[in-house]
């Protein structure tokens, strides 16, 4: 079948590479219907998250209908219409038993590579590296989907492949920045980074009831899409002084909830991105944690900073008196 794979730092192309099999009971091969790239799959191009090799097929956020099913399968049929959580998790070990889905202990059969790094493996994802599994991604004609009972979701008749698509990561990951930092009605919450991640994040805490919610970006098009999508308002953080602004905004206190959506890849006009991004090309750090500093920063006292973001290892600058 023919595949999206990464090929190097700044490399893809579409290969031939081997269909995917049925290895296991619990596994099924879904015939990609659409699928998506996410923010995560720049930290790849970039370089940034190790254990990628050339050939590696690309893409975790994805949808389909299912082709084959194994023996063991038994929430699933061939012809259905489901939707795959991007990250992979057994549903029996101790974190899936404790709701920590993504930390599933059997999602990642390579936990060796992260805990040297970080002192325990996550779970696994599609087509996000040998230290996440090593699990063929979705940029694909089909792949396959391990642990299917648990992962797999059917779409309901009249769901459409374009809405339940974003139930495979932007959304949930969204709702999860939401929820963990227990936006409460009446917050303020700001929200750095108007991806599909961000504006899933501020979404959920509209749903939530936050009073006011903010979204932080320099990309017109993408504020644009916030204000007329999802409903939030909007700072350019190359126009205003972002801390300043939300301070305004929240009647001088700062906001109560601030979530970066950024990830290991932020931009800033001031000269740290110029310190940061020579430290990140120099490899003497993994991450441009700009977002994070602002939001910690900008957060009220005893406000809650959360960072839903993706990052590789150790950052300079970290504002950990505040
Ligand atoms: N935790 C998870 O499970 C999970 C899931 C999906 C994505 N992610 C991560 O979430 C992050 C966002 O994902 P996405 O798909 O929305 O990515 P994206 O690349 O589409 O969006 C990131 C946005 O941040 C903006 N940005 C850069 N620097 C900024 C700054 N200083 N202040 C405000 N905005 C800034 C960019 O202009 C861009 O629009 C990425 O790091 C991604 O890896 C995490
Ligand atoms: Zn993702
Ligand atoms: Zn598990």
Redesign the pocket.
Known sequence: MKAVTWRGVDGVGVESVDDPRILNSHHLVLEVGLTVT???D??LLGGYIPAMRSGDVLGHEFMGTVAEVGPGVTRHQVGDRVVVCSFISCGQCWYCRNQLW?LCDNGNPNPAITQGLWGFAPGGCYGYSHALGGWAGSHAEDVRVPHTDRGAFPIPDDVSDERALFAS??AP?GWTGAHQAEVRPEDVVAV???????QMAARAAMIMGAERVVV????DN?LEQVRTHIGAETLD?EEVDVAAELREMSGGRGPDVCIE????E???PGPQYLYDQVKQQLRLQTDRP??VR?AIHACRKGGTAFT???FAGPVDKFPLGR
Do not use: P, Q
Request: charge should be negative; proline fraction near 0%.
């Open positions: 996410c923010g995560s720049l930290h993504s990561d932007a990951t750095w980074g108007a991806g599909g991640v961000g932080i970006d320099r990309l993408r953080h959506a950024v990830g290991m932020a931009h800033s700009t977002a602002e839903l973001g993706v």
